[in-house]
């Protein structure tokens, strides 16, 4: 018998969608950098991607666990044509504050209808988020410091911040 809420099951399906559509939004700009033989940063992306995707793993086995039900929603198309690397970084950023606030709201639903068991996972996404947040704006910072694109590609190095 299912031990979490219609209600909670219905959100956590929800964000599994917005996991991975990350994972889709960031495929594609892995793609826009591989077009361009930018790899290292096309490889930055493709391991977001990887994460994005366990994201959405992580919330299914809750669902599951908690004997409720998974269903994976239709994923829209993403934008995959950006006009510079700035570009590209500035919309990860705001995407992952995006997701933030989506967390937050999760936080917030669970505590109002008291799926107190759902709330350790919740703060494992609000702590995760502040690292993803923190990966897009080093990011950006670090292309500051660049006046060619190749050298930034070289030099930027992928802080293993895995799961
Ligand atoms: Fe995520
Ligand atoms: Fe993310």
């Known amino acids: 018998m299912a031990n979490i809420s219609d209600k909670m099951n219905e ?4 964000q599994i969608g917005e ?3 990350s994972a889709y939004i960031y495929l594609g700009m892995a793609n826009w950098f591989e077009e361009r033989t930018l790899v290292k940063l096309a490889d930055w992306f493709d391991n977001q991607a990887k994460e ?11 669902i599951l ?16 044509d950006w006009s510079n690397i700035m570009e590209i970084l500035e919309a990860t950023l705001a995407h992952e504050q995006f997701i933030t606030g989506k967390i937050s709201e999760l936080y917030e639903l669970a505590q109002e209808i008291k799926e ?10 609000i702590e995760e988020q502040v690292e993803e947040e923190d990966n897009a704006m080093a990011l950006i910072d670090r292309y500051k410091g660049y ?17």
């Open 11 to 14: 959100a956590l399906n929800k």
């Open 19 to 21: 996991e991975l559509e």
């Open 65 to 80: 666990e908690r004997g409720g039900k998974v269903h994976y929603p239709m994923l829209r198309e993403q934008k995959q």
């Open 147 to 163: 006046k060619n694109d190749f050298n930034f590609d070289h030099h930027v190095v992928r802080e293993e911040a895995q799961e």
């Open 116 to 125: 107190y068991s759902t709330l350790p996972l919740l703060l494992w996404f």
């Open 52 to 62: 994005e995707f366990a994201h959405a793993m992580k919330f299914k086995t809750h």
